[in-house]
């Protein structure tokens, strides 16, 4: 959109600081009606801060932001939702305790005379799911649904306020395929009613297809605006990080030798009906398959933490079922796919934190708080987590620095075995870079690696060898040429056997 159009929203040489910290510098974003805007860069570049300018969380610390082209001050969210600027956020913005319907109207329920109008209200949230091809009930609490159905609640409660902006952070990276495809008919279907769509998101390819317009921030700087048909994707992921991405991955190793982990007969209760794999040291193996084909279930089960049959052995001692300590005893460690809910405690510190597996590394009776200032001093530095001080908490770091915390956390134990799952799920694409040289480091130093990953490119780039599972069991594997897209695909539909 260009010429003299007012924009709906726009900021104005903002700036903003916490403390002494600017973190935002003369930043100039504008917004338009019917069209999708993308708001990208790395972890800690300033998306979220800019967003939550945006949609009256933070006040700016200097600088102008405007409406229909009128400076206004946004002094909270509920002012922002007035002015018909709405966010769904990527951590949730729901009571857990609350029905999906009560959820939607939280705030602005509405009314039939004295009375809740309570009718009322779950017909117009069924009719919000159906547009969303949502099955949750209207009924349901939100404690009892699945996580990609929270994110259609959220996206629910916010088509509900008859937006003129909406702010989407993130808002695919807990979806599946069906569901993502979904969520695109809904902001074309939004785009074409006039609203004006702030989009931030760290896939790519998703930006190329929705975007009309991208903005580029690093560092807190916009280093580039422009039309999307103007950019390619390398060029968007070399002017977010400033440097060139063309060696995303590490150059490929040949796999270990001598198995260290052999799985027989698995069986998960309602996830899991077959699965055996042996897991050789010194090698990335990846994990394969689509969403609810039991991967995850499958690695939480020999990790200890899910009851499971079969046999699991490490270096010929077998582990106990629904034993995470033993298991650790073992060397054997799993990352967990939801670093926010089950990886970190974010109102606790970094310190605390790093140091939560391996406590009896600190404590002679009382935990040596120099000792664990030391381990997180060498953690900053090996896995470069950038923080803006060390009394931080985890819950403020960006979702990038989050991911090389639990890293950190977890490699403290002195693991053999390291099972990550969705090791860059929501993390820009030079802390990706990061990561995978962390992995392919841990490997080369002879350590033993799985990746679990929904992203095809990140398995194929990363593993030595890929392991595919369908419906519960592993139905084959790829290595050499046939780690490749479509033997995988193949494989993960069940249309063909073992490749290699």
């Known amino acids: 959109m260009g010429g003299t159009v007012t924009p709906v929203l726009a900021l104005a040489a903002v700036t903003r600081s916490f403390g002494p910290i600017e973190v935002l510098h003369g930043l100039d974003i504008d917004l338009h009606a019917g069209e999708v805007h993308a708001l990208i860069g790395e972890n800690g570049a300033g998306k979220s801060t800019t967003m939550k300018i945006m949609a009256g969380f933070l006040s700016p610390t200097s600088g102008t932001v405007r409406i229909d082209g009128q400076p206004v001050t946004l002094s909270s969210a ?12 990527q951590e949730f913005n729901l009571a857990a305790h609350l029905t999906v319907t009560q959820n939607v109207f939280l705030g602005r329920e509405m009314r039939r005379g004295l009375f809740l109008d309570h009718k009322g209200m779950r017909a117009q949230t069924q009719a919000l ?41 993130e808002p695919t990276a807990v979806l599946t395929d069906r569901e993502t495809g ?7 279907r939004l785009k074409g009613e006039g609203v004006a769509i702030l989009y931030t998101s760290h896939n790519l390819p998703e930006v190329r297809r929705l975007a009309d317009r991208v903005t580029i921030l690093r560092d807190g700087t916009r280093v580039q605006s422009g039309p999307a048909n103007g950019m390619t994707e390398d060029h968007m992921a070399s002017a977010m990080v400033g440097r060139d991405l063309s060696d995303l991955y590490p150059a490929k190793r040949t796999g270990g030798s001598g198995v260290i982990l052999s799985a027989t007969n698995i069986r998960v209760p309602r996830f899991v009906t077959e699965a055996s ?22 690695m939480e089960a020999i990790a200890g933490l899910r009851p499971r049959d079969g046999t699991v052995t490490v270096n010929g001692t077998t582990l106990a079922a629904e034993d995470m300590r033993g298991a650790l005893d073992q060397g054997l460690v799993y990352l967990t796919e939801d670093r ?6 974010l109102n606790k510190s970094l310190r605390e934190n790093l140091t939560l597996l391996s406590l009896e590394k600190f404590s002679r009776g009382l935990i040596d708080r120099r000792a664990e ?28 620095n989050q991911q ?29 870079q990061q990561i995978y040289r962390f992995i392919h480091r841990l490997a080369e130093k002879g350590l033993s ?26 139905a084959g594997q790829v290595t050499g040429a046939d780690v490749n897209e479509q033997s995988i695909v193949r494989m993960a539909m069940g249309l063909e056997g073992e490749a290699a």
């Open 449 to 474: 690696v799985i990746v679990i990953s929904s992203e095809l490119p990140e398995v194929i780039g990363l593993c030595d060898r890929v392991i595919v599972m369908q419906a519960g069991r592993v």
């Open 277 to 298: 794999f042996e897991l050789r040291q010194g090698e990335i193996l990846g994990f394969a398959g689509l969403v609810g084909s039991g991967r995850t279930e499958l």
């Open 182 to 188: 979904v969520l695109f008919e809904q902001v074309e």
């Open 404 to 432: 090389k915390l639990l890293l950190a956390k977890t490699m403290l134990t002195g693991p053999r075995i390291v099972i990550i799952d969705e090791p860059t799920r929501g993390i820009d694409i030079g802390t990706k």
């Open 373 to 400: 200032d030391a381990a997180l001093d060498r953690a900053i530095a090996d896995w470069d987590i950038r923080i803006p001080h060390r009394d931080v908490l985890a819950g403020n770091l960006s979702g990038g």
């Open 129 to 169: 799911l159906d547009r969303l091809h949502c099955h949750a009930s209207p009924d349901a609490r939100i404690s009892d649904i699945s996580v990609p159905d929270r994110q259609m609640v959220e996206i629910a409660k916010a088509l509900s306020r008859r937006a003129r902006v909406l702010i989407m952070d």
């Open 340 to 345: 926010k809910e089950c990886g970190l405690l």
């Open 78 to 89: 509920v002012e922002a939702e007035a002015a018909g600027v709405v966010m769904i956020h």
